[in-house]
Each structure stands twice: as C-alpha cells, then as structure tokens.
C-alpha cells in the first residue's frame, strides 16, 4: 500500500512538471506610437498578428492594451512613454513605432529590456550607434529605412522636370530630429533646390508657406493630419497646379497625389521583419547583434486623373515601368460592352450605311426596269423657219415660219425581253438584299472579334507589365547577390539584359492595346482615338451563351454531339445570306436564259397614238391650198394611231451567242452554289469541333 502511494505520488509530479514545461512562456510587449494617425490600429493589428503567428507554439506573447502608448508627437513625450515601458517591470520588450520615438529611443543608452525600433532615416546622421551593420548596443535593434528620398526625386524629375521643390514633412519630426534637413542637402546636392516646411495640422498653412518660387512637392508622411485636412492638401496642390510626390505611398496616389515610389508591401515587410527579430530575441539573441539594414523595392505609381488636371504628361519611359491609376481619361469616355459593340457595328458602321444606300439605289433599277412595260407620254414643241422662194412653192404646206407641238402616247403590250428584264431585276435586288445580310453579320463578328483582341491585347499588357516587375525584381535580387559577394557581375547583366527585353515586350504590348482600340473606335464610326471603358469579357457575359447548359448536354456524347451537328448544319446552310444571294443569281441567270431561247420566236408588240398642233405659221406659204381651184384643206390639227409587232429574223449570229452564254453563266453559277455550300458546311462543323474541344477541356 506504501509503495503503491509512492508510485502514485511520483507519477503525479511527473505529470505535473510535463504540464509545466508544456506551458508556452508570457511575453508582454509594449509599443509606443509617435501620436495619432489613421492607420495606427491597421499597423498595430498587422504586427500583432505577424509576432503572434512566427512565435505560436514557443511562446504566448501578448500585445496588452494598457502597455499601448500613443504619444503627442513632441520629442518629450516620446521620451516620457519609452521611460514608462523600459521601467515597468509586466513588460518583457519594447517596439517603438515612429520616427521619433525610434530616434528617442536610440538615445537612451543602454536599455535595460530588449527594444526594437522600427523606423530610422539615416543612424551615422542622427548619431545613432552603429557598428558592422548592427548597434552594438545590447538590448538595442533598430530597423534604418533605405535611402530612398535621392531615387525617389530622381523618379520625380523623371515624371515632371522642376527646379525647386518644397518637402513638407511634420514640424515636430524637424524639431526632434534637425539632421534631416542636412540628409536632404547631402542626397540632393547643389543642382536641385530645396526649402523644408515644416507642417503642423493645417493644411490651409501648409499651401500658404509655400514660397512663389517652388515648382513641385514632396510630402513625407504627415501623421498628424485628420484625413479631412489631408484632402483640403492634396485639392490645394492640385488647385495651384504643383505637381506633389508622396514619400509615403500607399493610399496617398489614389487620394489625389501625382506620384509616388513606395512600395504597397513595405509595412507588411516591416512587421515581418520586425516579428523575426522579436522571435530571435526571445530565443536568446541580444538585440544589439542583430542586423539593422532593410531594403525595400520601388514601385512607382502615378494618378493620371490628377497629372491631366495639371496638365502634366510624363514621359514613355516613365509611364511604361510605372503602375497608373485612372490611366484611361474617362471624362467624356463612353461606355462599352461586347453586346454594345455588335450592335452599334451594325446600326451605324460606314460600310454598312454605304451598302444600305446601294441597296437603296438598286431598288430603283426594279422600278426603272418596269418602267418600260408601262404607258410612254412625250411631249414635244418644234419651231421652224425656212426660206421664202421654198415656202411660196409648197401651197401652205410648208410655213416660212411656224411651230408645231406633239403629244405621243406608246405602250408596250408584250416584249418578252422587258418582263425578263423586270424579272431579272427583282432577284439582283433580292441578291443586294442578301449580301446587305451578309456584310451585316461579317461587321458583327468583326465587332466581337476586335473587342475580344482588345481585351486579350488589354491582359497581355497586364502580363507584360507583371513581368517587367518580376524581372527588376529578379535584378534587384542579383545586384544583393553581387554585393555580398555570392553572385558575379554577370548574373546581374543577365538580369539586366532580361530587364530590357521585357519593357520592349511592354512597349509593343502597349501598342498592340492602343492599336486594337483604334480598330474598336472604326467600326462604331466613332473618332478613332475617343476615350471608351470596355467592359471585361467572361464565360458568363450575356450574349455568348458559353455556360448554357443545352449546349454542354449537346456535346457530352458523341451520338448528341452527331445530332446537333447535323441540325446546325441544316438550320446554317438554309438560313445563310451568301446562298441566298446567289440563289437570287441563279434564278435571275436562268430568267435571261429563258429570254434568250425564246427570243427566236418571240415577238414584240406596241401601240402607239399621236396628236400634233400647228400652233403658229407664217410669212410664205402660211396660206393653205391654192386659191380659186376649191381643193381641201387640213386643218392645224392631226392625229395618228399605229399597231407594231417586231421579230428579228437574222442578227448574225448575235442570238444564238447570247442563249449559250446564258445558259453557260446559268451552269456556272449552280457549280458556285454548290461550292460556297461546301465552304459552308466545312466552317460550321470546323466552328462545331473547336467549340466541342473548348467544352470539354
């Protein structure tokens, strides 16, 4: 029983120092934040998650509310709340978020407590510790920003050449660290000039102590502004047409500023790095041995909406490798989808109205055509001298003067080769008819096919662009290589070279999407270069019937898939424009065919009447008859009436030539029909399969 309890006791402890050793360690990590901003709860959330996450399973590290600080902005607060951490004793490590708590922070001395600061411009300038890449201090890691304020005004001279440029950074960041004035001159140098104003929480201040002479602004982050005055800034550079560079990146461009250089992964890229430090220190690293060096690419970015209403146009150069927002100028800019597309092709491509005239013009060959089986009525007046001796001798038969009108009604009352030629007309109109429908359904697949090469010539610039950035990414990675000595010089010239390929590849890209927009703006005869928004195209866009469900039960077998073949095939060859255009032929061919033949024996037959009116004579021989002899004579009006009926009996030949050219132009045009109906068949079941092979794949 004693030895049982024993055993019990042992097993017990045991259990108990498992449970103990199970238990993560608590790390309770205080942060003290410059003062208020807009995005301190996104910062504080996205690093609280990055520590937790690289630390779950060693430790239980904890982010406590009231170990929270948020100062004022002033260098003494700063100071005051990094003191309040640093000396209590329920905080394990300390991040100091800001450029001037981490500039306080470094100034400290030696920590008694791990600290990490985030945020340092320039540690040899502001006379931080500093030591083989690390402090040197123990308990000491800082986090030094790349010097990117030189590249990011070069990028800003790239976009737009200016002489003078005014940083507006916050009043309390020059008054806590000064040096950053001098950092200024030292990375510009002396063919830029510069004035820093100093910012408090005005923006109307901040416009106001610009001097007349700057030409661009650059902005470092101006935490201390509400997002109601950060907007009043940004509408006022815009009003006074100052082009604007945001040191800062992220949201600024999409709220209004020109440009931009920083990167969209920089603050995810901080607090991971950040999360690695903290992890190495809480397994037994000092923090004053770890490395401080960050680097970060560039990505520059530009508001297009904002350079047009300052009339700015950046260079090819820089517009090729740089992200644009509101690239497109949708002031005035219409609204277009593929449906749109196809039916604005149709209603108002020139080509098509030019064709809808001709079928216009061709029906009045019908009518003219039909004109001649109809009544003729011509009217005619003729005045007419001769001479005197002439007149005399005709005994009143002939007027030294006179004037005559004519009134003569004809109709034809049979003619075979009139009603052929009215037959004829009819289906050369229906033909014109037909081709309108074809040329109608050629401009609709047209339209379709170039809005769909616009959209794909619209994605292989997306791709191209994708692959600029993953180049100069692959050759920032190879330059970092070189530098610490474990890739050689050719590596990077590679990279280089790679580089150059893929911004040709954008160049035309980018000409193969202004091209394909050129091609939409001409078939909806609209100017060639008028700004449009597309709309993107997908399987389920209404129009294309590609997720219809009919049409995959069709090709799901190959028996249902015969089916709809056939059907298709049928229902395409009966309803296709071309054939019905030269059915029209055929029938129209074999009308004047039938002409011909029956021109061997054929007659025409016509009336005709006639009324003339001697409306004046006189001089010579306007005396009718000869006087004393009592002869009749005509009165000034005479009329005529005459019945026709003609057949040619031998025109050399010319009719028996005619009949065999008929009927050979008739056999002819049978062999096309046959042919185009191949064609036919042969595209719809080639349009049949590709369709089927898309379905199932």
Same mark, same amino acid.
């Given at each position: 029983?004693?030895?049982?309890?024993?055993?019990?006791?042992?097993?017990?402890? +045991?259990?108990?120092?498992?449970?103990?050793?199970?238990?993560?360690?608590?790390?309770?990590?205080?942060?003290?934040?410059?003062?208020?901003?807009?995005?301190?709860?996104?910062?504080?959330?996205?690093?609280?998650?990055?520590?937790?996450?690289?630390?779950?399973?060693?430790?239980?590290?904890?982010?406590?509310?009231?170990?929270?600080?948020?100062?004022?902005?002033?260098?003494?607060?700063?100071?005051?709340?990094?003191?309040?951490?640093?000396?209590?004793?329920?905080?394990?490590?300390?991040?100091?978020?800001?450029? %001037?708590?981490?500039?306080?922070?470094?100034?400290?001395?030696?920590?008694?407590?791990?600290?990490? +600061?985030?945020?340092?411009?320039?540690?040899?300038?502001?006379?931080?510790?500093?030591?083989?890449?690390?402090?040197?201090?123990?308990?000491?890691?800082?986090?030094?920003?790349? @010097? &990117? /304020?030189?590249?990011?005004?070069?990028?800003?001279?790239?976009?737009?050449?200016?002489?003078?440029?005014?940083?507006?950074?916050?009043?309390?960041?020059?008054?806590?660290?000064?040096?950053?004035?001098?950092?200024?001159?030292?990375?510009?140098?002396?063919?830029?000039?510069?004035?820093?104003? =100093?910012?408090?929480?005005?923006?109307?201040?901040?416009?106001?102590?610009?001097?007349?002479?700057?030409?661009?602004?650059?902005?470092? =982050?101006?935490?201390?502004?509400?997002?109601?005055?950060?907007?009043?800034?940004?509408?006022?550079?815009? $009003?006074?047409?100052?082009?604007?560079?945001?040191?800062?990146?992220?949201?600024?461009?999409?709220?209004?500023?020109?440009?931009?250089?920083?990167?969209?992964?920089?603050?995810?890229?901080?607090?991971?790095?950040?999360?690695?430090?903290?992890?190495?220190?809480?397994?037994?690293?000092?923090?004053?041995?770890?490395?401080?060096?960050?680097?970060?690419?560039?990505?520059?970015?530009?508001?297009?909406?904002?350079?047009?209403?300052?009339?700015?146009?950046?260079?090819?150069?820089?517009?090729?490798?740089?992200?644009?927002?509101?690239?497109?100028?949708?002031?005035?800019?219409?609204?277009?989808?593929? $449906?749109?597309?196809?039916?604005?092709?149709?209603?108002?491509?020139?080509?098509?109205?030019?064709?809808?005239?001709?079928?216009?013009?061709?029906?009045?060959?019908?009518?003219?055509?039909?004109?001649?089986?109809?009544?003729?009525?011509?009217?005619?007046?003729?005045? !007419?001298?001769?001479?005197?001796?002439?007149?005399?001798?005709?005994?009143?038969?002939?007027?030294?003067?006179?004037?005559?009108?004519?009134? &003569?009604?004809?109709?034809?009352?049979?003619?075979?080769?009139?009603?052929?030629?009215?037959?004829?007309?009819?289906?050369?109109?229906?033909?014109?008819? +037909? @081709?309108?429908?074809?040329?109608?359904?050629?401009?609709?697949?047209?339209?379709?096919?170039?809005?769909?090469?616009?959209?794909?010539?619209?994605?292989?610039?997306?791709?191209?662009?994708?692959?600029?950035?993953?180049?100069?990414?692959?050759?920032?990675?190879? $330059?970092?290589?070189?530098?610490?000595?474990?890739?050689?010089?050719?590596?990077?010239?590679?990279?280089?070279?790679?580089?150059?390929?893929?911004?040709?590849? /954008? %160049?035309?890209?980018?000409?193969?999407?202004?091209?394909? $927009?050129?091609?939409?703006?001409?078939?909806?005869?609209?100017?060639?270069?008028?700004?449009?928004?597309?709309?993107?195209?997908?399987?389920?866009?209404?129009?294309?019937?590609?997720?219809?469900?009919?049409?995959?039960?069709?090709? @799901?077998? =190959?028996?249902?898939?015969?089916?709809?073949?056939?059907?298709?095939?049928?229902?395409? !060859?009966?309803?296709?424009?071309?054939?019905?255009? %030269? @059915? +029209?032929?055929?029938?129209?061919?074999?009308?004047?065919?039938?002409?011909?033949?029956?021109?061997?024996?054929?007659?025409?037959?016509?009336?005709?009447?006639? /009324?003339?009116?001697?409306?004046?004579?006189?001089?010579?021989?306007?005396?009718?008859?000869?006087?004393?002899?009592?002869?009749?004579?005509?009165?000034?009006?005479?009329?005529?009436?005459?019945?026709?009926?003609?057949?040619?009996?031998?025109?050399?030949?010319?009719?028996?030539?005619?009949?065999?050219?008929?009927?050979?132009?008739?056999?002819?045009?049978? /062999?096309?029909?046959?042919?185009?109906?191949?064609?036919?068949?042969?595209?719809?079941?080639?349009?049949?399969?590709?369709?089927?092979?898309?379905?199932?794949?």
């Amino acid at each position: 029983m004693t030895k049982r309890l024993v055993h019990a006791t042992v097993l017990g402890l +045991a259990l108990f120092a498992v449970q103990l050793a199970a238990e993560e360690p608590v790390v309770n990590i205080g942060v003290v934040v410059d003062g208020p901003w807009l995005n301190n709860d996104w910062i504080r959330e996205l690093t609280s998650t990055e520590v937790k996450t690289l630390t779950e399973g060693e430790f239980d590290v904890r982010f406590p509310d009231e170990h929270y600080l948020i100062g004022d902005g002033t260098y003494l607060t700063a100071q005051d709340n990094i003191r309040r951490l640093l000396d209590d004793s329920d905080v394990d490590l300390v991040i100091t978020w800001g450029l %001037i708590s981490s500039h306080a922070v470094c100034c400290f001395g030696n920590p008694p407590k791990p600290v990490i +600061a985030p945020v340092v411009l320039d540690p040899l300038l502001q006379g931080l510790p500093f030591e083989n890449g690390r402090s040197g201090v123990p308990n000491l890691n800082y986090v030094t920003l790349p @010097d &990117t /304020l030189a590249r990011q005004l070069q990028l800003f001279r790239d976009i737009v050449p200016f002489e003078h440029v005014a940083i507006l950074t916050s009043a309390q960041l020059v008054e806590a660290i000064p040096e950053i004035m001098e950092r200024t001159s030292n990375l510009t140098g002396s063919e830029l000039a510069f004035e820093y104003v =100093p910012v408090g929480v005005s923006a109307k201040e901040a416009l106001q102590a610009l001097s007349p002479s700057v030409d661009a602004v650059y902005v470092w =982050p101006l935490f201390q502004f509400s997002q109601e005055e950060y907007g009043k800034l940004i509408a006022g550079l815009i $009003e006074l047409e100052l082009p604007s560079f945001s040191g800062l990146g992220g949201g600024d461009v999409e709220a209004g500023m020109l440009a931009s250089a920083g990167s969209p992964e920089f603050f995810p890229k901080l607090t991971r790095r950040i999360a690695l430090n903290v992890q190495r220190i809480l397994l037994g690293e000092d923090a004053g041995d770890l490395p401080v060096a960050f680097s970060v690419r560039d990505n520059l970015v530009i508001n297009m909406a904002t350079a047009r209403a300052i009339d700015v146009s950046p260079r090819w150069e820089v517009l090729i490798e740089a992200e644009l927002l509101h690239a497109e100028d949708v002031e005035g800019a219409y609204d277009l989808d593929i $449906e749109k597309a196809v039916r604005e092709a149709v209603e108002v491509n020139l080509d098509l109205v030019a064709r809808r005239i001709s079928l216009a013009a061709g029906a009045e060959e019908v009518a003219i055509a039909r004109s001649s089986l109809r009544p003729q009525l011509d009217l005619s007046a003729t005045g !007419l001298q001769v001479d005197e001796d002439r007149a005399a001798a005709s005994f009143g038969s002939q007027p030294e003067r006179s004037a005559t009108g004519s009134l &003569t009604l004809s109709q034809i009352l049979y003619s075979d080769a009139a009603s052929a030629n009215v037959a004829i007309q009819r289906r050369l109109q229906e033909g014109r008819e +037909a @081709d309108l429908e074809t040329l109608e359904l050629d401009i609709a697949v047209e339209a379709a096919t170039t809005y769909l090469n616009l959209m794909r010539a619209k994605a292989l610039e997306r791709v191209q662009r994708n692959n600029v950035d993953r180049t100069k990414s692959n050759l920032d990675l190879a $330059e970092v290589r070189r530098d610490i000595g474990v890739a050689s010089a050719g590596e990077v010239l590679r990279w280089e070279s790679e580089v150059a390929t893929a911004r040709q590849s /954008l %160049i035309e890209a980018i000409a193969d999407r202004r091209s394909a $927009e050129i091609a939409v703006n001409r078939l909806l005869h609209r100017r060639l270069e008028a700004p449009f928004i597309a709309e993107e195209v997908t399987l389920e866009t209404r129009g294309l019937g590609a997720t219809e469900s009919r049409f995959h039960f069709f090709v @799901d077998t =190959p028996k249902r898939y015969q089916l709809i073949r056939d059907f298709i095939v049928v229902e395409g !060859l009966s309803r296709s424009p071309e054939l019905t255009q %030269i @059915d +029209a032929a055929i029938e129209a061919q074999a009308r004047l065919a039938a002409s011909a033949r029956r021109a061997f024996w054929s007659p025409t037959v016509a009336i005709q009447g006639g /009324l003339d009116e001697i409306l004046s004579k006189s001089g010579a021989g306007s005396q009718a008859g000869v006087p004393g002899l009592g002869l009749p004579v005509a009165d000034d009006t005479g009329w005529s009436f005459a019945l026709n009926a003609s057949l040619p009996l031998f025109a050399g030949g010319l009719r028996f030539a005619e009949r065999s050219q008929a009927e050979l132009e008739l056999k002819r045009l049978q /062999l096309e029909r046959s042919a185009v109906a191949e064609r036919l068949e042969q595209r719809i079941r080639t349009a049949l399969e590709q369709a089927r092979s898309s379905f199932i794949g």
